[in-house]
C-alpha cells in the first residue's frame, strides 16, 4: 500500500460530479444493484443522503471512493449503531488500498460519535468486499438466502458487522 498522498475528507456539493462518475461505473451484478444505476442517473446525492452521510478519498484534488456512513435506527434505544449503506472506489483506483483508508476512517468517525457497532450489507458474491470487510474485523451476523434476483441468478445477502 502506497496511500501517502490519499486523503479522507468529508463530502461537500462540489463533489456531486466526480461521486456521480464513480457510481456510475463502480457497481455490477455482484455487488450492486444494476437497477439503481441506470446510465441516466443524473444525481448522486439525495435528500435522504447529502454530503454530510459521506466521507471522500481524495489523491490530488480528484476524488477515487466514498464511504456512506448513516445511523440506522432514528430512535435513541438504537442510536449506538451506524450503516455504512455503501462504499465505492474508481476502478482504476482499486487495489490501492483505499477501500481500507475508508473503513479506517468510518471506525474513527463512529469512534467519535460514540457508536458500539457498525453495521452493513454485502452480496456473498462480492469476494473482494468480503475480504476487506473481514479484515477490518467485520463478521457474518446473519445470512437472507437467495434474497435477490440479479440479471437471472439468485444473490444470498449477508448482514455484516463491527463491534467497536
Ligand atoms: C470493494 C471495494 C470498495 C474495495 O476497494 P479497494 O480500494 O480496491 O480496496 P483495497 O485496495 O483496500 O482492498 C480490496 C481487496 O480486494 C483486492 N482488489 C480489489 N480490486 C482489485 C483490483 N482491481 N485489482 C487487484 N486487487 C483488487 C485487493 O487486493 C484487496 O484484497 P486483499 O487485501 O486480500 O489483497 C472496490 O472493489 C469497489 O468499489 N467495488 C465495487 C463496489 C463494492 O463492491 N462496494 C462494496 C459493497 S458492500
Not at 456473498?124 to 451476523?141: D, F, K, M, Q, S
Not at 437472507?144 to 441468478?153: N, T
Given at each position: 500500500m502506497?496511500?501517502?498522498q490519499?486523503t479522507?475528507r468529508?463530502?461537500?456539493e462540489?463533489?456531486?460530479?466526480?461521486?456521480?462518475?464513480?457510481?456510475?461505473t463502480?457497481?455490477d451484478?455482484?455487488?450492486?444493484?444494476p437497477?439503481?444505476?441506470?446510465?441516466?442517473?443524473?444525481?448522486?446525492?439525495?435528500?435522504?443522503s447529502?454530503?454530510e452521510?459521506h466521507?471522500?478519498?481524495e489523491?490530488?484534488?480528484?476524488?477515487?471512493?466514498y464511504?456512506r456512513?448513516?445511523?440506522?435506527?432514528?430512535?435513541?434505544?438504537?442510536?449506538?449503531?451506524?450503516s455504512?449503506?455503501?462504499?465505492?472506489v474508481?476502478e482504476?483506483?482499486?487495489?490501492?488500498?483505499?477501500?481500507?483508508?475508508?473503513?479506517?476512517?468510518?471506525?474513527?468517525?463512529?469512534?467519535?460519535?460514540?457508536?458500539h457497532?457498525i453495521?452493513?450489507?454485502?452480496?456473498?458474491?462480492?469476494?473482494?468486499?468480503?475480504?476487506?470487510?473481514?479484515?477490518?474485523?467485520?463478521?457474518v451476523?446473519g445470512?437472507?438466502?437467495r434474497?435477490?434476483?440479479?440479471?437471472?441468478?439468485?444473490?444470498?445477502?449477508?448482514?455484516?458487522a463491527?463491534?467497536?
Amino acid at each position: 500500500m502506497s496511500e501517502d498522498q490519499v486523503t479522507v475528507r468529508r463530502a461537500v456539493e462540489a463533489d456531486e460530479a466526480a461521486l456521480l462518475g464513480i457510481e456510475l461505473t463502480a457497481w455490477d451484478a455482484s455487488s450492486g444493484f444494476p437497477s439503481l444505476t441506470p446510465a441516466d442517473r443524473t444525481s448522486f446525492f439525495t435528500e435522504r443522503s447529502g454530503p454530510e452521510a459521506h466521507l471522500v478519498a481524495e489523491e490530488d484534488g480528484v476524488v477515487l471512493g466514498y464511504i456512506r456512513l448513516q445511523d440506522k435506527y432514528t430512535f435513541p434505544e438504537g442510536s449506538g449503531v451506524l450503516s455504512v449503506n455503501g462504499l465505492a472506489v474508481a476502478e482504476k483506483a482499486r487495489g490501492r488500498g483505499i477501500g481500507s483508508i475508508l473503513l479506517t476512517a468510518v471506525t474513527d468517525e463512529a469512534g467519535r460519535r460514540g457508536a458500539h457497532k457498525i453495521s452493513l450489507h454485502v452480496h456473498a458474491t462480492n469476494a473482494a468486499a468480503r475480504r476487506l470487510y473481514e479484515r477490518h474485523g467485520y463478521v457474518v451476523e446473519g445470512t437472507h438466502p437467495r434474497e435477490f434476483l440479479i440479471e437471472g441468478a439468485y444473490v444470498d445477502s449477508l448482514d455484516l458487522a463491527k463491534y467497536i
